[in-house]
């Protein structure tokens, strides 16, 4: 299984940016997914996660209502809206797949991330 995310970038701070992860090898849709994010000198955290189908979201606290996961099984690819950014979002943004949502905090593959930068 292959995860490859794209749409990082830079951004100034207000202004949102949407991130995609392609997933191939295996079928999609057998697969909860997530998006977690490492910024300079600190641990991995969650972010979003979304059920096998897209029926259950979860979210890091702190980014609720800020931030969307969705995913499209024919596409094969899991997206994370980000608005309103801060400069405090800054981090490499990585994808994960799991078969369970519940375990997706130690996913069975991650992608290899995307960097992305809000300036103040």
């Known amino acids: 299984v292959q995860l490859v995310e794209s749409g990082g970038g830079l951004v100034q701070a207000g202004g949102s940016l949407r991130l995609s992860c392609v997933v191939s090898g295996r079928t999609f849709s057998t697969y909860a997914m997530g998006w977690f994010r490492q910024a300079p000198g600190k641990e991995r955290a969650f972010v979003a996660a979304?059920?096998?189908?897209?029926?259950?979201?979860s979210y890091a606290d702190s980014l609720k209502g800020r931030f969307t996961i969705s995913r499209d099984n024919a596409k094969n690819t899991v997206y994370l809206q980000m608005n309103s950014l801060k400069p405090e979002d800054t981090a490499v943004y990585y994808c994960?797949?799991?078969?369970?949502?519940?375990?997706?905090?130690?996913?069975?593959?991650w992608g290899q991330g995307t960097q992305v930068t809000v300036s103040s």
């Open positions: 979304i059920s096998r189908s897209g029926i259950n979201r």
């Open positions: 994960a797949a799991d078969q369970q949502m519940e375990s997706i905090g130690s996913p069975d593959y």
